[in-house]
């Protein structure tokens, strides 16, 4: 018999949430903590945002402390972010 093995679904993948709030803090004009999070559109907004009128950073600044008080707590896949 030629059996073969089925790979076995890979779990996904949680992101830290003290990361995400981080970059959303530091570098969240440019979008990174939503490219780290997954949402790809968004993060290309935000520096479309940033490059027109600087409202990007502030908009990451939010968005940072939001995930570190627990407000945003899942990625683009919907998985939890993890402590």
Sequence with gaps: MNQQATPAPEAPV???RIAAGLLGIFLGGLGIHRFYLGYVGIGIL???ASCACGIGAIWGLI???LILVG???KD????PLKD
């Design 14 to 16: 949680q992101k830290s």
């Design 46 to 48: 935000q520096i479309l």
């Design 63 to 65: 968005e940072g402390i």
């Design 71 to 73: 407000k945003m707590d």
């Design 76 to 79: 683009a896949k919907g998985v």
